[in-house]
């Protein structure tokens, strides 16, 4: 494969000519055009290979991060079978909203529907399929790929930078959301994004929620968003 961008070899060669329409008149042999032509293969060489570190350094922080909350709780993926999470995994300072009780809302249908107005900023619910937890004998929970049931979930557009926060901030003090290598700064941004739903997944199954999205009730019993008295769920 040419690694090499012709257009920065084009523009070593015109700064070469360039150079020639100076008040002295150079005169440069093809070996010379050969040789500068070389020099801007070796320097976009190195450019590429220090992209290509770059981008193998976020991989292995990213995989870092997966594998501490997968070395801390054990969660399930929808790509794989069911796998058990004891209660007794579940630290005091999960629980919440246990004295709230929450009423699941169940979505008829995929299209959004307005779920709370706050401050003059309308929240949005969409739904997604989310993995059902079921009771096990050791009074646990299991989560498997056949179970699953329409979930409201906080659409993307109603993600705003002040609800992630406050997410984050919750996943963070609760050792959910953590990292080797990042700082607070960087794991508490306001940006939903990959780690923040691996934190997510872990309180999921860490507290029997349904599991696998960005949930209401999953936000709800966070306390990131308080649970209307009087639901009618539609």
Known sequence: MNLVKPSIISLA???????????KTYSYTQADIDLLIERAKVE?????????????EQRRVFDSILARQNAQYKTVD??????????????DSHNINESKPITKIIPQSYKPVLYKEIAGISYMRCAELSLVPIPTDAKGW???????????????????KSIMLALQQKLYDMKLLSSDVL??????DG???????????????????????????????????????ERVVR
């Open 183 to 188: 700082t607070k700064e960087q794991l508490v």
């Open 44 to 56: 976009e060489r190195q450019r590429i290979s220090r992209e290509l570190d770059r981008q193998a």
């Open 142 to 160: 299991s989560y498997k790929t056949g179970q699953k049931e329409l979930t409201a979930t906080l659409c993307k557009g109603s993600r705003d």
């Open 78 to 91: 929808k790509e794989v079978g069911g796998q058990s999470q004891t209660k007794s995994d579940k630290s």
């Open 191 to 229: 940006v939903w994004n990959e780690s923040t739903l691996t934190a997510v997944k872990a309180y999921q199954a860490g507290n029997g929620l349904l599991y696998g999205s960005l949930t209401i009730e999953v936000l709800e019993h966070l306390g990131v968003f308080e649970p209307d008295e």
């Open 13 to 23: 060669v015109l700064m070469l000519l360039g150079c020639s329409s100076n008040t």
